[in-house]
C-alpha cells in the first residue's frame, strides 16, 4: 500500500489544520494508521492512531484534546484534524500503516509510511 499525506501548511498558533492520509495500492480498512511528526534535531515521535474499525483512538498526551483522528474507508483515507495549535506543534507529520491488530507507537511497528508533510505554526 501507498500512502500520500497532504494538507499541511503554515498557521498562526491557535489556530487548526486537518490533515489527510489517501492509501492507494489496496484498501487499508484492515490496517491500523497512525500519525507521527519529527521537528528538527528530534526523534520521529507518535502524534496518534486509529484502529482497523475506526471505534478505536489513541493519542500522544501533548496532543489528547486538541488533535483528532478519524477515517473514511470509502475514500480509503485517515484525517488528522489538529486544533488550537501551537508553536511547538511545528513538525513534518507522517502518516504510517500496519496491517495487524493493535495501536503501537513505535515507529518500527509500522510497514508502511507517507512522504511526509509539514506544518508549521507561528507564534
Known amino acids: 500500500v501507498q500512502l500520500q499525506a497532504s494538507g499541511g501548511g503554515l498557521v498562526q498558533a491557535g489556530g487548526s489544520l486537518r490533515l489527510s492520509c489517501a492509501a492507494s495500492?489496496?484498501?487499508?480498512?484492515?490496517?491500523?494508521v497512525a500519525w507521527f511528526r519529527q521537528a528538527p534535531g528530534l526523534e520521529r515521535e507518535f502524534v496518534g492512531a486509529i484502529t482497523a474499525s475506526g471505534d478505536v483512538t489513541n493519542y500522544a498526551d501533548s496532543v489528547k484534546g486538541r488533535f483528532a483522528i478519524s477515517r473514511d474507508t470509502a475514500k480509503n483515507t485517515v484525517y488528522l484534524r489538529m486544533n488550537s495549535l501551537k508553536p511547538e506543534d511545528t513538525a513534518v507529520y507522517y502518516c504510517?500503516?500496519?496491517?495487524?491488530?493493535?495501536?503501537?507507537?513505535?515507529?518500527?511497528?509500522?510497514?508502511?509510511w507517507g512522504q511526509g508533510t509539514q506544518v508549521t505554526v507561528s507564534s
Open positions: 495500492g489496496r484498501t487499508f480498512r484492515t490496517y491500523t
Open positions: 504510517a500503516a500496519r496491517n495487524s491488530i493493535g495501536i503501537k507507537v513505535l515507529t518500527t511497528a509500522y510497514e508502511y
